[in-house]
T-cell receptor, first 112, second 115 residues
Framework: RKEVEQDPGPFNVPEGATVAFNCTYS??????FFWYRQDCRKEPKLLMS???SGNEDGRFTAQLNRASQYISLLIRDSKLSDSATYLC?????????????FGSGTRLSIRP | NAGVTQTPKFQVLKTGQSMTLQCAQD?????MSWYRQDPGMGLRLIHY???????DQGEVPNGYNVSRSTTEDFPLRLLSAAPSQTSVYFC??????????????FGAGTRLSVL
């Protein structure tokens, strides 16, 4: 089983729709979680951190479910500019000696 | 603010040639890493470092060497390039503590073609 798994998509939704996708992780000791956005042929950039209590940033909401070992990203009122690949990131343990694991990404395409 | 700087941006090599991809960061980050990304694929970790003098292997280390003699620099060496190493290479760095701990900052990438 991969350490971090994402549905590759693509998710193709109309502008204004709400879309959500999940990312599952295998190490129950994982401590920190993030969502990144990657535009075509560009470097990934941080979208938001994922906190235990959940967090919201405008149209974006991130949730963590430790019991089921997944994180989620919800995008409301989607815009054409939201079209990108969304990568989840999991840090296995809260230690400077651990490697940071990226999911393979979920492609999102917003259509007019 | 320079952040993470990768050079070169593009490179074409012939099979068997060697080269070094450069990565430098000016944020005094302890953690640095190299990823490769093939078309339509996610990021695969090649090597990482948690500080000067300390490196470790990621998922796909074969054919690549790294060293970390300073906090700022983390070069990736291709010993004998193969067509299978054609990819986009990203370098990233992060601090490991505090509010911004483990947030990865990426360079713009090096697009490598091996003929």
């Amino acid at each position: 089983r991969k350490e971090v798994e994402q549905d590759p998509g693509p998710f193709n939704v109309p502008e204004g729709a709400t879309v959500a996708f999940n990312c599952t992780y295998s190490n129950s000791a994982s401590q920190s979680f993030f969502w990144y956005r990657q535009d075509c042929r560009k470097e990934p950039k941080l979208l938001m951190s994922v906190y235990s209590s959940g967090n919201e940033d405008g149209r974006f909401t991130a949730q963590l479910n430790r019991a089921s070992q997944y994180i989620s990203l919800l995008i409301r009122d989607s815009k054409l500019s939201d079209s990108a690949t969304y990568l989840c990131v999991v840090n296995p343990v809260y230690s400077s000696a651990s490697k940071i694991i990226f999911g393979s990404g979920t492609r999102l395409s917003i259509r007019p | 603010n320079a952040g993470v700087t990768q050079t070169p941006k593009f490179q074409v090599l012939k099979t068997g040639q060697s080269m070094t991809l450069q990565c430098a960061q000016d944020m005094n980050h302890e953690y640095m890493s190299w990823y490769r990304q093939d078309p339509g694929m996610g990021l695969r970790l090649i090597h990482y470092s948690v500080g000067a003098g300390i490196t470790d292997q990621g998922e796909v280390p074969n054919g690549y060497n790294v060293s970390r003699s300073t906090t700022e620099d983390f070069p990736l060496r291709l010993l004998s390039a193969a067509p299978s190493q054609t990819s986009v290479y990203f370098c990233a760095s992060s601090t490991t503590s505090g509010r911004w701990g483990n947030i990865q900052y990426f360079g713009a990438g090096t697009r490598l073609s091996v003929l």
